[in-house]
Every structure is written in structure tokens, then in C-alpha cells.
């Protein structure tokens, strides 16, 4: 167990204060000061890390309907300050694509196949949308890409990377973007060779 600033357990248990503000996770909730998520009810999330040789910052942030919040921490080298800081970002994002992850990807699978548009990114960052006929970056003229012509997804240096085969990624966004890190989830459903109709459940 840690102490101080980071605080966790052997049973999954994470607290970590911060510019006033504590995050505490424990089960399937996850507390962000005055706000209690539900990693059962929660419709969007993000999560992104930047680190150096001698400091590093996280944020994770989680939503369910207009209830939103965004936690940001800090680490700096000094004792084992970031040692703790990095397995409490490991264990809290961990949780998330364990708890909410397949569950809004799966959700986002289903409103695609139903004719709907799934949007992730945004808020100031490059937004992708994802229809039944392909993803589209956000902005004008943006050509469509097809789910035929997709090879895949990455995440790498805060960023969800889309693949078409040429030197470059096609469509990029930041993973700091609501629902970003989910993409690659979804893309890797879609193109599945079976992939389950929302009816097949």
C-alpha cells in the first residue's frame, strides 16, 4: 500500500488526492469528489497519460448523461512518487476497460448497426464518426473511410490512431476525446468476421 498522495490495496482498492480533490475507487464506483459513477451506468470515458523521465500526468475522466467529471494527477520524481502514481493509473484503467469499456463499445456496435452515428473524440479534440458505412473524421469535406478498407486501430503517445495501409494513419484523435479510447473496441467488433447482431444477445 501506498501513502500519502496514492493509496492502494491488494483488493483493487485506489485513492489518490490531487488540487484539492480526492478520486476513489473501489468495486465497480468510482468517486470524483462530490460525484459517484457507476462504472455499470457510465456512457462515456476518457483516459490519457503523459510521461517523462522525471514527471508524469494522468486524467481519466467519466460521464453518465449530463454528469461528467475529469480528474487530473501529477508526479514528480521523489521517493517512490512515481512509482505509486503509475500503478494507480494502471489499476484505474484497468478497472474502466474492464467495468465500461465492452459495455459502451458494445453499445455503440449496436446503435451503428441500427442505422445510428457513433461519435468519439470531440470537446476540442479531432472527432471520428462511425456509421454503418465507415468512419469519417469530423471536419469538411472529410472523405469517408469504409469498414472495408480499415486494417485497424492503435493507441500510442495519447492518440487513437486509425490504419488504412499507407505510411500515416487515415483518421487520428486524441484519446482525451470522450469515448476515444473505445474506438479501437468497436472497430475490431465491426470488422469481425461474425460479428453478433444486437438481437443475437
Known amino acids: 500500500m501506498a501513502g500519502g498522495k496514492f493509496s492502494f490495496t491488494g483488493s483493487g482498492e485506489v485513492r489518490v488526492s490531487s488540487g484539492g480533490r480526492t478520486l476513489a475507487a473501489a468495486g465497480e464506483v ?3 469528489g462530490d460525484r459517484v459513477f457507476r462504472l455499470a451506468e457510465v456512457d462515456r470515458v476518457a483516459y490519457h497519460a503523459a510521461a517523462r523521465p522525471h514527471q508524469a500526468s494522468y486524467a481519466l475522466g467519466l460521464a453518465h448523461g449530463p454528469v461528467r467529471s475529469r480528474f487530473v494527477f501529477d508526479a514528480f520524481r521523489g521517493g517512490s512518487e512515481l512509482d505509486d502514481a503509475r500503478e494507480t493509473w494502471r489499476r484505474l484503467v484497468e478497472l474502466v476497460e474492464s467495468a465500461a469499456c ?4 458494445l453499445a455503440a456496435v449496436d446503435a451503428i448497426t441500427a442505422g445510428a452515428t457513433a461519435r468519439f473524440g470531440g470537446g476540442g479534440h479531432p472527432r471520428i464518426d462511425a456509421d454503418a458505412e465507415g468512419l469519417r473524421g469530423r471536419r469538411w469535406f472529410a472523405p469517408k473511410v469504409p469498414w472495408a478498407g480499415v486494417l485497424g486501430t492503435d493507441l500510442r503517445a495519447g492518440q487513437v490512431r486509425v490504419w488504412t495501409g499507407g505510411p500515416e494513419p487515415a483518421l ?6 470522450w469515448n476515444a479510447v473505445v474506438l479501437p473496441r468497436v472497430v475490431g467488433m465491426m470488422l469481425a468476421p461474425e460479428k453478433e447482431s444486437p438481437g443475437s444477445r
Not at 102 to 105: G, K, Q, V
Not at 172 to 177: D, N
Open 172 to 177: 487520428v484523435t486524441a484519446m482525451a476525446g
Open 102 to 105: 465492452p459495455r459502451i463499445a
Open 30 to 32: 468510482i468517486v470524483i
